[in-house]
């Protein structure tokens, strides 16, 4: 049976080519996350033995890849942005491949007319690494089930700020390795259980009443002119507006459809549910590799004034091993952050 907190890490770089740079033979501490709708980070610090810090003298910025595994199972991958040499030390921090598109543009004019908004960024993530491809894959889990019109200009905004506003009119993505896995909000499969017996430390349940929005107003491009909402005065928390322009946006009814997709996650005071303090019991039985944000978890907690009996979806995981040495594992800790699905909170 697979738990947390039992995990031991090794890691190695690799040029953009694939050929090997250094492999860590004295991990001393490893951190590595995943992120929904959003970029990851990881972080190793090795001490160098015999010839290794000839080689890890070589790392640099975005010529090299770090990468991590766990129990020899591969977790983590991602560009090295920066690197540290100190004395006895390296420290490499890398993020994952999204990193890439804040840094890429679109390459040609595309125009896309009432399509489900996965194919819209799968072209997004594939047009941002044509010119230059580090090694990426889509791979589309789930139709959003939300359809819109969107234009983009070439050479004109990040494109990772594009995929960012998509993310945020009904689609989810994250990353995991060279793999951008897209999804629709509404997925809801779970990959585990977590009680109360798993957190002894206990757990911190929340809302956050700033997220709350009852009505959205999205206006499209400036030279469309088109304007949708969506939602109105709520019974209990009264009107919240909130206005925002897309400006790939070129019809109404993805104006409008944008404005559904923000509606749908805001219409309520948010619950969260964070472990980010506290470290999930090394006995419980949760596979970590499979901890992938957009799946889900349920929950079940008395332990607080809120008690919760909820599947929740995975937005975030932290995993840090530290203390370890050339004859001595670390000790690892696993973190996870859930949220109410966009099904849960409508």
Not at 196 to 217: C, F, Q, S, Y
Request: glycine share 10%; aromatic share 6%; net charge negative.
């Amino acid at each position: 049976m697979s738990v947390a907190g039992c995990g031991t890490h090794t890691a190695q770089v690799l040029d953009r080519n694939g050929a090997t740079v250094a492999v860590a033979n004295v991990l001393t501490e490893c951190e590595w996350s995943r992120v929904l709708d959003g970029t990851s980070s990881a972080r190793a610090l090795i001490q160098p033995d015999g010839d290794c810090c000839n080689r890890l003298g070589t790392i640099g910025s975005w010529r090299s890849r770090l990468v991590i595994f766990r129990d020899g199972q591969y977790v983590w991958d991602g560009p090295v942005t920066s690197v540290t040499w100190s004395l006895g030390q390296v420290e490499i921090l890398a993020e994952d491949l999204s990193v890439w598109l804040n840094d890429r543009v679109p390459h040609e004019n595309k125009t896309f007319t009432n399509v489900d908004l996965s194919e819209i960024a799968e072209w997004l993530i594939d047009d941002g690494f044509a010119p230059d491809d580090p090694g990426h894959t889509v791979q589309i889990i789930g139709k959003a089930g939300v359809s819109g019109s969107r234009s983009y200009t070439a050479g004109v905004g990040q494109t990772g700020d594009h995929l960012d506003q998509l993310a945020e009119a009904g689609i989810d993505y994250t990353v995991i390795g060279s793999t951008f896995l897209l999804l629709p909000e509404t997925h809801l499969v779970s990959v585990g259980r977590l009680s109360d017996v798993d957190m002894p430390e206990g757990l911190e349940v929340g809302d956050d009443g700033k997220a709350l929005v009852t009505r959205w107003i999205v206006e499209g491009s400036d030279d469309s002119g088109v304007i949708g909402s969506d939602g109105g005065t709520d019974p209990v928390y009264g009107l919240h507006e909130r206005y925002i322009q897309m400006t790939e946006i070129t019809d109404a009814a993805s104006a409008t459809q944008a404005a559904k997709a923000r509606r749908r996650t805001s219409a309520q005071v948010p619950v969260f549910i964070d472990t980010q303090q506290v470290t999930i019991s090394p006995l419980a039985a949760i596979d970590v590799p499979n901890l992938v944000p957009g799946w889900a978890l349920d929950v079940t907690s008395a332990s607080t004034c809120r008690k919760v009996t909820q599947r929740l979806k995975i937005t975030g995981v932290k995993v840090t091993e530290t203390g370890g040495d050339e004859n001595t594992p670390g000790t690892e800790s696993v973190q996870v952050q859930v949220a109410a699905a966009a099904t849960e909170v409508a």
